[in-house]
Structures are given as C-alpha cells and as structure tokens.
C-alpha cells in the first residue's frame, strides 16, 4: 500500500544531513529573549527563520511585529477549503546561557556527540519547531502539495511568557483561523514511548523586593540594631511552606480541581520511582507533598519555586555589610482551575502580612499563563496517535504535562479549536539547563512522524 | 607659652590645600583588596604611597611582600632611643564600589562638595591614615625633627581581615617594635563628640553553600519533587535567629563576658535614640535584641549578619528553573571573650543539625578577628585626650566600637603594647556604602591633633 506521505519520508531521509547542518545554523544565533542585549539576534534569528520557511516553498512568509520581539508567520493553503487547516506553533527564542553555568561547549556552537546535538535551544525549541518546517517542506519538494493546509506561525518571547502573543492573536484571528493546533515542545519519557500531552500548568511569576537601610551599611558600625533584609527575607520564604512542605499560603489550593481515582491511576503508571528523579536530577533525596506521587507532583499539582535569589555582597571575598535590600524571583506552576491573576493578589497579600514592620516588603507580578486540559478522545488525539504509531514506531501514551506553554490555553479560549502537544524532547534534554541536547535520531523520527500526521489529518474529512 | 608642636601645625595650615590634592591622588587609585582583577592597582598604590612618605622624609621606605597585597613601612627614628617609639598602624586597601550600588560620582574620581570629600576610602582609611603621614611631614618640614620616633606601618588586607598580617608581625617584631600603636580607622557621633575607642568587636566570616540538583532544573518538568535550595537556605537562616531576635545557635553566647551596671551607665550617656539610629541608617524601624539598647547592640554585644545571598537567576526577565544551588556569606561581630574559631565550629555544627537531608549544606570559614579591650585609665590614652583638647578642640569621650579591625588585638598580644584608636571620621561617612566621605575640617583637625599627640607622648619621657 502506497501513502502520499511515502515520497515526502523518502526526501526527508536523503536530505536528513542538510536539515541537520541547517538547524545547526539556526542554533548558533543567541535569541535570548529575555536578555534586552540579545535584541539584534532575536531579529536575526527570525530573519533567517522566514528565509527558510521561503526557501521551502511557504507563502506569504512574514516578520509580524509585536510591542516585544516579532512574530514569524509563513502558510501553505493549497490543499483548499475542503480540507483541513493545521497551526503549527513554536517559538524561537531561548532561555538564557553562559558557559560558567557549567557547559562543556559554547551554547551557541552546536556540537553533535553520541547522537545527540548539544546547544541552548537544541529540543526548546528551534530542534522542535523544525521538524514541522521540514516535514512541510518535505512534502512540498516530494509533492509539490501537501495534504492539508498549513500555517507555521512561530514566536519569540516563549520564554519571558509571551506577554504580547494574546492582543497578536486576537488581532489576527482569521489569519491565524485553523482547524487543530500542533505544538511540539514537551517531551517523553524515552525514545520508545512517545507521549501525546493533553493538559500543561500554569503559571504565576512574581518578583520580591524586601528594603532596609537606605544604603549597605557597615555591619559592624550598625549592625545588631538593623533587621538584615536578607534575614528577613528567607524569614517570609520560610513561612511560604508548611512542615508537609505543602504550601502556606492562604486560599492557594482552593480553585485546584481534585484528580479523580481513574486518573490517578492513569498517572501511577508512568510514575517515577525515587531512584529514577535522584538520578535524573541529582537531588539527594525526593522532596514535597507525601500525599502525591511523584509524577503527580511534578506534573498535576501546583507548585511555589523560588527560581533566583539576591542581597548584598556576592563577588570574591569578604564584604561586612548589612546589605540594604533582597529579592527573589519566585513562580507557581498552576493546574485548572488556578487563575493566575487571583494566585498573584494571594501571593502579594500573604507576604506583605508577615513581613515584619521592620523592613518594606514588595510584590510585583512579572508575568501569567493559564494552565490548560484537553480531552484525548476527540478525532485530533486519536489522528496523532496514528501518526506516531507509523512515522514514529510505537504507540504513544496520553500525559499530563508540568510544563507550562502560555499559548496553548490562550488558543484554546480564544480560536475555541485543541491543541495536540507532540513532544520530540527526551524529558531528561536538558532544557534551561547547562548542555541542553536533542537525540538526532528523533529529529528524523519526528519530521517523519508529522509527514505522516498531516496525512492523518488529512483522511479526517475524506 | 610656645610649643614645639607650634611650627608644624603651622605648616599644615600653609600646605592644607597640597595636603588634600594629595589625598585627592591617592583616592583615585581603586585599590580594592578583595578583587584579584584589582591587583596592578594594589601595587599602585602601594607605590604611590611609599614615593609620598620618601618625599616627607622617612627613612627605609620599603614595600614589604606578604603572600598576598604587601606593606608599605617608613620611619623616622632621629629622636634617638631615649624617647618613645609610636606605630601607627593603617591601610591603604579599600572595600568594593561601583556605580550602581547607588554612588552619586564615580567613587574613584574624589569630589568635594559641601564640605566633604567624597570617594571610596575617603574616611576608611586612606584619609585617616594620610592625617598620620601628613602629621610627620609637617614635623620634618617646619622642624627638621619629630619630638618622638614614628613608624608607619600600612597595609593593604584589611578589608579582606588581614589574612597575611600577623604571620607579617611576627616575622618583624623588631622592625616594629614600639611603645604605642595609633590607629585612625574608627569614627566619632559629631564634629565635637571626638571619641577614642578603647573596644573593638572581633569576627568570625563564613560563607554557607546549600546544593540540591545536579544542575538547574526546569520547573514545570521537575519542579514539586525537588527541595528547591533557596527555599532550603532561607529555611535554615529563618532558623539562626529566635523569635526575641537573640541567635538561636547553641552555645553563641556562652563566652560573652556580661557588661557590668556601671559599663552600662557609660555607654547609657552615648545611647542612640531610635529616631536618631533610624534617620542614619534610613531603617523603617529599629530592630534587635530588646533587653540591650541600641548602642550595646551595635557596639557591645555580638551580631550574625547576612553580608550577601544569592541562588539561580537573577538577571532581568523570568527563568523558570529550580537552581541547582544557593548560597550565602554570613558573619558574626564577635565580643571579649568569644574565639572566631570556636564561633564558626558553632555555627557550622548547628547548620549541619539543621539542614535537611533533601539538600546538601556546607560551612566554610573565609576569615576572623579576635575582639580587643584596652583600659582608658593608662598614659598613652590619657595624652591622646589631651591631644584632642589642645589639637582638635573639644574633649573626647571613651568609648567601644562595633566595628573590627584584626590587628588590634593581634598587635596587643603579639606586642605587648596598647593600641589607641582615634577615628577621625563621622558615624555617618557613610564607609562600605555608596557615597563614602570625608569631612575636609575634620581631616585638618586631625592633622593638627596627631602633630599634638606626638609632643603629648614625648612628655611622658621627658
């Protein structure tokens, strides 16, 4: 039996060391969105995305401004109104890096290595987003058409939250106008078993200043009559948990809807033994809520992380001073029916009413996503899991993710369509981390397997 | 009636303005002890220095190498052995500065604005140890003699707690041998409270590191199962301090010699007001241990600061990781008869006992200084008195320091001689904090005042 996928799988393996060199390019501009001195590359990355997306035979490819970095838009709508419509969304940007975190190459100088290719952004998400690029071009070069239409509509401020991509949607609803979203920035568990994710976490990230003294003062010239700002600090951040470590704040788990026994064993069979996170991160030992498995604890329950943490005198040496003030950056990973905005007012009132009148304590929001659940049911789900069952080898499992991709709620709300999350990463890629990779392997599985979803898709309405 | 003291103070009024050019020069050099990228500028200075004592007329100029920044020594000894020998002691080494820790001008480009110089190590302690050098020069070039022998011993690690000092001291005992040793490295209330210190705190300074994961981790994949190591930390320094603001560390105080009903009495009459204690430091209120007022606390009784914090990311924008580590620096102001290396056995055992088995905590000691205390009744503090009658203006006051100077105590022990401490600066110069200063009048008051010290010490062997 023939496929009109089969030319389009042929051409992406004859021209697999080519896509590889070319997302080797790609990886080597720092789009660091969250750094203001990486603006220029942010450009140059979206300007050399929108190259290849003409390159591969996409239509009205566009740089699309926002009031932050720029949106990449590029479709193919030859298929025609009989069939259906797929928005691919990514984004370019990356999360910081610097090789004094603990990178053995350059983050920004891809190096391949037991199969897997080393760089900030490898599998979040410039490795990801062009398994889509590619498998669309594969089936323009192969076919000359592809079996449905297509939209490629890729971001830049993923990692600072997205904070201009909701007023972009809603003023581009009918550019945008799709039938099924694709999302590919999760992972699975390991090569084997591919996972189809149907619900992500929200989030809430705040900053927290706490001020003293006017200025750094001498510790031992006024010292022991000042409230340290540091102290008093991890004072309120020690009051943010109870002895369960379950979080202290008031009202903070009143909107979670409680899992239900059916799902929690569908969660207890892709749960993590403690040995399995130790060695996946590190940690001496397993920590949090004793009443949560861990894969309930990392990906279904609601966290309070505290993901930077300032005072004083950090550099080389001795400095006596009582610093003048601290700050951290904290953040809640949120699961439905959690809004981020109430969590934020909980948050913010918790705090200012334990910090103690000897010092000023503030809290600001910095950035919100909600958290989003699909069911897996619906045709979309299903297609999908074909699709990974022939392009890819193996049957994929439906998970709860603990990740949290602003967008996908926000297109589920505002186009009122799903959103599949078809994760190429390994959970153990790396991302965020020192010497993020992604397996070369399953860049060329994942291309194949989207060839193939598009024509799964496309079989919907025959 | 005309002393011999006459003729140099004279010449130090003449020369007051080449005085301060001078000193001008010396600010401009950023010899920041604790920072290897400042080295060539320790040299620097330390050159720079040696060629302005050549220039006055000392003799044996040296500068002298320790395993890290060198002395600088030079001396005039033509009084002959019949009359005293006096050290002073100083340091030409300053504390950090840069411009966004909020300096109004560059710190290390002095500027004189109402009165007052301003730069880092205006007032600690390049301009009180310049009070010295200035004063015997003024000796030598009006009189062609000093009325007693001087040396002057200036060294360049005493804002890194002098770590190569006293192996230094011990090596040299006969070079330094002397009847008294002066130090200008403390402050007074007001222009015409001038106080001599005859207490100083001493010091324990570690540095604390809590490790959880590997490397960071990204929150929503692993974030619920992992002890995050800020929260960690902050939850171990919300346990050094009791509720009443005493250190909670097992056996802190047990050395601390009780200040007995008539110590209390005096320091009662130097009482600082909370108005007062909140307007110099811009504190929203005044903290501490109730059962001390505010001066015991800041000058008498010991203290466990926070100097600095830090864990994850701390550049602009959100991150979303959970760090791999956090850490601290922290150091306790210590008191007659507390021993630094016992505090830091303390402190670390009781971190160790409380730190929770899901991070990995460690206590390093970076430096200490043991406290010192000096009777006021003894000839040498009694002449400085009478220096600061006739020389300064006003009568001063006995009093104890918060601060701590390392090698106080060591020179007491080391050589038998008392240290008298005349801190020519202001409580409010602002020393370890932006905007650091110097008061013009004060330093040509202390000038005038060391030049009648010198005579004053030559009276007792006359």
């Known amino acids: 039996m ?7 799988r042929a051409y992406s393996r004859t021209h697999a060391d080519t896509f590889r060199q070319q997302l080797h390019e790609f990886l080597r501009i720092p789009s660091i969105s969250a750094d203001p001195a990486h603006a220029g590359d942010m450009q140059h990355a979206a300007e050399w995305l929108a190259a290849d997306m003409r390159a591969a035979g996409l239509d009205n490819v566009a740089i699309m401004p ?16 009989d069939k259906p419509t797929v928005l691919v969304y990514g984004h370019y940007d990356v999360v ?3 090789m004094e975190d603990g990178w053995h190459t350059d983050p920004f100088e891809p190096v391949e290595k037991d199969g897997k290719i080393y760089a900030r952004g490898a599998t979040d998400d410039k490795g990801q987003l062009f398994i889509h690029a590619k498998a669309l071009e594969s089936y323009l070069k192969a076919n000359g058409s592809a079996p449905v239409n297509v939209k490629l509509f890729i971001e830049g401020e993923e990692e600072v939250s997205s904070p201009n991509l909701v007023p972009f949607i809603k003023e581009h609803l009918d550019l945008l106008k799709a039938d099924v979203c694709i999302i590919s920035d999760t992972s699975m568990r390991s090569i084997e078993e591919p996972a189809i994710l149907h619900s992500l976490r929200g989030m809430t990230y705040m900053e927290v200043e706490v001020d003293g003294p006017a200025n750094d003062l001498h510790s031992g010239l006024w010292g022991g009559a000042a409230h340290n700002p540091a102290l008093a600090l991890a004072q309120i951040v020690a009051k943010l948990y109870n002895e369960d470590n379950t979080i202290a704040v008031p009202g903070f788990y009143d909107d979670v809807v409680p899992l239900t026994p059916d799902e929690r064993a569908m969660i207890a069979k892709t749960d993590l033994s403690e040995d399995d996170y130790m060695a996946s991160t590190g940690v001496p030992a397993v920590w949090g809520d004793a009443a949560f498995n861990i894969r309930e604890r990392i990906a279904a329950r609601p966290t309070l992380d505290i993901n930077g943490m300032w005072s004083g005198w950090t550099g080389p040496g001795p400095k006596t001073i009582v610093p003048a ?15 981020p905005h109430q969590i934020f007012e909980l948050v913010k009132r918790y705090i ?6 000897t010092v000023k304590a503030e ?27 022939r392009g890819w080898g193996a049957t994929p499992i439906f ?4 990740g949290s991709i602003p967008v996908v709620a926000e297109i589920a709300d505002l186009m009122g369509i799903p959103v599949v999350m078809m994760g190429y990463g390994l959970d153990d890629d790396g991302l965020h981390s020192p010497n993020e990779r992604f397996s070369v392997e399953m860049f060329h599985r994942g291309i194949e397997t989207a060839i193939v979803y598009l024509e799964e898709l496309a079989k919907l309405r025959s």
Chains 1, 2 share one sequence.
Do not use: C
């Open 352 to 357: 200012e009413s334990i910090a103690p009148p």
């Open 399 to 402: 998970t709860r993710g603990g």
């Open 2 to 8: 023939t496929h009109i996928s089969d030319a389009p």
């Open 66 to 81: 926002t009031a932050g970095h720029p949106v990449v838009y590029g479709e193919w709508l030859g298929a025609g109104p």
């Open 325 to 339: 003030k601290a700050g951290m950056k904290i953040s809640s990973r949120l699961v439905g029916n959690q809004d």
């Open 96 to 98: 910081p890096a610097l």
């Open 363 to 389: 809290v600001r929001l910095l950035t919100t996503g909600k958290a989003a659940l699909f069911p897996f049911d619906i045709p979309e789900m299903q297609a999908a899991a074909r699709a990974y069952e």
